[in-house]
């Protein structure tokens, strides 16, 4: 039986491809580890991510609620201020209907008018000018036409119903009779 020897190179490459098949086999192994941590850590990205658009889609929620309830709370607060403004014109209209008649009942329900039209204005309503003034289908609703003498054409020469406006809204138009 001969034995047989091996050179020292045969060796190294012995050694060589020894310690090159585990790492080789090792290597899709790391690669695995690595990935999963990775994927790990993307997945614990995207959990904080839909926590946070979970928690901002409440909060959006909640805003929404409050500033509902907000427009709401101001609306109510500014029909009760106009309505408390309003209180003591309807209190004079009340004892106008218990007075007598007589020349002094007309000068009482002038001056309730007046009262009247005097705390709207202070709201901030304005009467549209009509009466004389070119029709202007912005402000005026004709409802009726006229051959008019010594008029303009186009010119408002009677009033119906007043017309008023609230800042540059216009919350009832004047109802008027237009020349023709």
């Known amino acids: 039986m001969c034995e047989e020897q091996t050179t020292p190179i045969e060796e190294a490459d012995v050694t060589e491809d020894a ?3 585990p790492e080789s086999a090792q290597k899709p192994e ?3 580890k690595k990935a999963d941590k990775e994927m790990e850590a993307l997945r614990e990205e995207l959990d904080a991510e839909k926590e946070r658009y979970t928690r901002m889609l409440a909060e959006y929620a909640n805003y929404k609620r409050r ?3 907000e427009k709401e709370s101001i609306g109510q607060y500014a029909k009760s201020e106009i309505l408390r403004q309003l209180l ?3 209190d004079n209209l009340e004892r106008a209907v218990d007075a007598p008649d007589g020349p002094d009942y007309r000068k009482g329900v002038d ?3 007046d009262k009247l039209h005097e705390e ?3 709201l901030g309503l304005e009467e549209i000018p009509a009466l004389g003034q070119p029709f202007d289908p912005e402000v005026h609703h004709a409802v009726m036409r006229e051959d008019a003498d010594g008029v303009e054409t186009e010119t408002v ?5 007043k017309g008023y406006r609230f800042g540059d809204r216009v919350i009832r138009p004047a109802m008027v009779k237009v020349a023709n």
Not at 157 to 161: D, G, I, S
């Open 111 to 113: 001056m309730i008018i």
């Open 120 to 122: 709207l204005q202070k």
């Open 67 to 69: 500033t509902e309830q």
């Open 157 to 161: 020469t009677e009033v119906f119903q």
């Open 88 to 90: 003591p014109s309807l």
């Open 30 to 32: 790391k690669k695995k």
């Open 19 to 21: 310690v090159d098949a």
